[in-house]
Structure formats: structure tokens, C-alpha cells
């Protein structure tokens, strides 16, 4: 999601951190949406791009050498 879609991914941080604004204020301990125990924007990495030939944009050069997965 952080990759293909950002704006929801950062929807989802900023959700997070409101969320844990909120608990800290009632003396609640904070909840993460990632099983990694911290924050999602720390927990998830920045995406690597594809890689070569499982493009799929047009002219990506999917599986166009009949090799594919071999």
C-alpha cells in the first residue's frame, strides 16, 4: 500500500497517530495497526521498485522472452 498507494498509506499513519493521541490522553497504552509493535510509518519500509521484468506497465517487458518464473 505504501508503494501503490500513498495517500491511503499516509491516511492510515495519520489515523494511527489520532489514535494514539487520544489513548495517551485517557493514560491508555498506544495500539499500532502493523503487527510490528511501532508506529506503521516506521514498521513498513519504503517500497523497493519492481523489479526487472515483473514490470507491468506496457512495454515492462513482462514475461516477453518466454522465460517467465523459470
Known amino acids: 500500500m505504501r508503494r501503490d498507494r500513498p495517500s491511503l498509506f ?5 489515523l494511527e497517530t489520532l489514535l494514539n493521541a487520544r489513548r495517551s ?5 498506544p495500539v ?3 503487527r510490528y509493535n511501532r508506529p506503521l510509518a516506521e514498521a513498513i519500509p519504503e517500497a523497493q521498485q519492481t523489479l526487472p521484468g515483473l514490470d507491468l506497465e ?11 518464473f523459470t
Do not use: E, M
Not at 490522553?25 to 497504552?29: I, K, P, S, V
Open 10 to 14: 499516509h491516511s492510515a499513519c495519520d
Open 25 to 29: 490522553t485517557l493514560g491508555r497504552d
Open 32 to 34: 499500532w495497526l502493523s
Open 58 to 68: 506496457p512495454g515492462g517487458g513482462l514475461c516477453d522472452n518466454s522465460s517467465c
